[in-house]
């Protein structure tokens, strides 16, 4: 079955990075394309950014552009968002996410981001 | 940008209500619109895609209907497990965007 698992949350100071990854298995990988969508404490869902099934393209939200870089490794079956700069508002839990078609048909379980010093 | 405009917002229920939520596009986006349920502490889950479609696996008490830029999602018996949050999503064009969401709540 689909498995999407991500890691690299925790609490981190503001104005640095981190690099969240999103391990993939039972599917093919490099047939799909991936969102990162993250949801702050309390708040309702805010997509940020998807990238080709061959990380030829790559689109974000307006909140995170020039801030954050989504990419992605076939080979390993991994996603990843550097996130750079950070402040308190990305503080949320950050989903990697399948597309098929259209649609967001397979969500991880998600990784929480707290920027506070 | 698209935007998504969910009414309610919240809602209270009985079980084996009939339960509608409207999602609104600021623009045509054909049938590029999805639901997804959320419980507390859980990821989202697919309901509907293409406006109507069951994604596979989901009780048929759900369906999803359009009416020009509006977008219903229809609980036809609220079950005890239903109680949840809701989201529309447009997939028409980037940014992908939510609605704000509607909270099922039990009356």
């Known amino acids: 079955q689909v498995q999407l698992v991500e890691s690299g949350g925790g609490v981190v100071q503001p104005g640095r990075s981190l690099r969240l990854s999103c391990a993939a298995s039972?599917?093919?990988?490099?047939?799909?394309?991936m969102h990162w969508v993250r949801q702050a404490p309390g708040k309702g869902l805010e997509w940020v950014a998807v990238i080709t099934y061959d990380g030829s393209n790559e689109y974000y939200a307006d909140s995170v552009k020039g801030r954050f870089t989504i990419s992605r490794d076939n080979s390993k079956n991994t996603l990843y968002l550097q996130m750079n700069s950070l402040t308190a508002e990305v503080t949320a839990v950050y989903y990697c996410?399948?597309?098929?078609?259209?649609?967001?048909?397979?969500w991880g379980q998600g990784t929480l981001v707290t920027v506070s010093s | 940008d698209i935007q998504m405009t969910q009414s309610p917002s919240s809602l209270s229920a009985s079980v084996g209500d009939r339960v509608t939520i409207t999602c609104r596009a600021s623009?045509?986006?054909?049938?590029?619109l999805n639901w997804y349920q959320q419980k507390p502490g859980k990821a989202p889950k697919l309901l509907i895609y293409a406006a109507s479609s069951l994604q596979s696996g989901v009780p048929s008490r759900f369906s999803g209907s359009e009416s020009g830029t509006d977008f219903i999602l229809t609980i036809s018996s609220l079950q005890p497990e239903d109680f949840a949050t809701f989201y529309c999503?447009?997939?028409?064009?980037?940014?992908?965007?939510f609605g704000q969401g509607t909270k099922v709540e039990i009356k």
């Open positions: 623009q045509s986006i054909s049938r590029y």
């Open positions: 039972g599917f093919t990988f490099s047939d799909y394309a």
């Open positions: 999503q447009q997939s028409h064009s980037m940014p992908y965007t």
């Open positions: 996410v399948r597309q098929t078609t259209q649609w967001l048909v397979d």
